[in-house]
């Protein structure tokens, strides 16, 4: 039954992909007829290639664990639309930049341009194995046969309409696969929420949800608020997208992919507020135990949002890959030609293989867990990003500042991997703010962000007095 799922969705995603693209529908969203994409396609678009597998199943877990609390602070992280928008705007309209890259080498420098990048690449790589392996899950237990046939269709799948027509591709394709997950979103709350309603679970007044659960959510939202102010401009998913249309009609895109996406991940999270009214034990994780609980039917129902959100971010990730190779990394200001196409398209390949042999850990004890860990760039690790792109019109802010802001962050987030990897205290539990097992990563990125942006401000600071004191003097002699 889950294979009638995904040829289903294998039929709606194709019929929606466009034949043939040139380089600026590959590169720049556009249609056929040269046109950019409308407010509400790019703001659909944007909203749902963040509504990926992992996203959706990380909501419902929270939700689980925490009350609604674990929902809201998951849906809070689509505030960064909002901050990428603002800061993006700027630097469209300013600095006349096509591209993070390119504001990035103009600001800041080769060496810094080529430092995100690397950091870019990273994330793009870890996109693929995440969302493959949620979506395969849904086909039979990890490691199984149907598993890896699973993961091998959804790539080759995706693989195949992403090469094809790039971010264009992606772009019709969000707007069929918004359609697809509103529509089983409307159906997944009419099952669910009578039960939630039932048990008092959208309240406060509840024993299912305790005091400490309620207080360790908000810590979570409170860190995920925090978090939004760097996270968006490390996701090249997100940002490509602010460049494929007019400034102002992007921004208004951006807000509505902020209320999209967290409307829909609050109401996803739903599912996690029904395993803890039902008592439902989240293993492996809530998005199976659920579904499970309930039947056959919910568990196609579930497969198919899976599907969808996890095709949704797949196929941006490839899009992104292709510009990431053939434009970000020369930094290339002249318009797209064939030849960056075809240099995309290899490096789709590419990645399609490798970004999947993470799955392979499984067969080694113990590294599969350590392959996660260590691959997955946190938000605190990029918690630098915030000066460097919001304070960047600071007098004096240049290459100094960057670097300054940005080693703290990643420094404190090696340090934070290496303690949950091996298992000893680096940081000490005094910078904890708030309660539960998010307090000390809150505290770490409140106060490590304070030192981020008092780096990067005190750098921008000292390069305007060097200037200064490095005028020559005027003489008033009338000799």
């Known amino acids: 039954m889950p294979w009638l799922v995904f040829a289903a969705y294998a039929l709606i995603v194709l019929k929606a992909t466009p034949r043939a693209a040139g380089p600026m529908a ?14 509400w396609l790019l703001g659909a678009s944007a909203a749902i290639s ?9 909501a419902m877990n929270l939700t689980a664990a925490f009350g609604y609390w674990g929902g809201i602070g998951y849906a809070t992280y689509w505030l960064a639309f909002v901050i990428v928008a603002i800061a993006v705007y700027f630097i469209r309209t300013r600095g006349h930049d096509n591209s993070l890259a390119a504001f990035l080498e103009r600001k800041y420098g080769v060496v810094a341009t080529r430092l995100f990048l690397i950091v870019i690449g990273i994330r793009l ?28 269709a959804f790539t080759a799948l995706t693989l195949y309409y992403a090469r094809r027509g790039g971010l264009r591709s992606s772009i019709v394709t969000d707007a069929a696969q918004m359609v697809l997950i509103a529509v089983l979103l409307v159906v997944t709350l009419a099952v669910l929420t009578p039960n939630v309603i039932a048990t008092g679970l959208s309240s406060d007044d509840t024993a299912l949800i305790s005091a400490d659960m309620r207080a360790h959510g908000i810590t979570f939202a409170v860190l995920a608020l925090v978090q939004t102010l760097s996270y968006g401009f490390h996701d090249p998913v997100l940002t490509d997208r602010a460049f494929v249309s007019p400034p102002h009609k992007m921004v208004a895109s951006f807000m509505l992919a902020a209320l999209l996406g967290g409307a829909l991940i609050a109401g996803f999270s739903v599912a996690g507020l029904y395993a803890l009214a039902e008592h439902i034990t989240p293993t492996p994780s809530v998005a199976i135990a659920v579904p499970m609980a309930l039947g056959l039917g919910m568990m196609l129902l579930f497969n198919a949002v ?13 899009a992104s890959t292709a510009k990431f ?18 240099r995309g398209r290899r490096a789709v390949w590419v990645i399609a293989v490798i970004g999947n042999l993470p799955l392979l850990s499984l067969y080694i004890d113990g590294v599969g867990p350590a392959v996660i860990a260590a691959t ?18 600071l007098p004096g802010a240049g290459r100094l500042s960057f670097h300054l802001a940005l080693w703290p962050g990643v420094i404190i987030g090696i340090a934070l991997a290496l303690e949950r990897l091996a298992g000893f205290e680096l940081i000490p539990a005094a910078v904890s703010i708030g309660s539960g097992q998010y307090a000390k990563t809150l505290g770490i990125n409140v106060w490590g962000l304070a030192l981020c942006t008092t780096l990067f401000a005190g750098a921008a600071v000292v390069s305007v007095m060097c200037r200064r004191g490095a005028q020559p003097v005027q003489s008033n002699s009338l000799s």
């Open 26 to 39: 590959f590169f720049g969203g556009h249609s056929l007829s040269g046109r950019t994409p409308g407010i």
């Open 50 to 58: 963040w509504v990926m597998a992992k996203s959706v199943d990380n």
């Open 125 to 152: 790589f870890n996109e693929i194995w995440s969302n493959t392996k949620v979506a395969a899950l849904y086909f039979g237990t990890e490691g199984s046969t149907p598993y890896w046939l699973a993961v091998i």
């Open 306 to 318: 899976m599907l969808a959100s996890a095709g949704s971010t797949l196929d941006s990730t490839f």
């Open 325 to 342: 190779s053939a434009r970000d990394w020369r930094v290339a200001r002249a318009v797209p030609t064939r030849q960056d196409q075809r």
């Open 376 to 393: 997955t760039i946190s938000g605190t690790a990029i918690m630098g990003l915030a000066p460097i792109f919001l304070l960047a019109w």
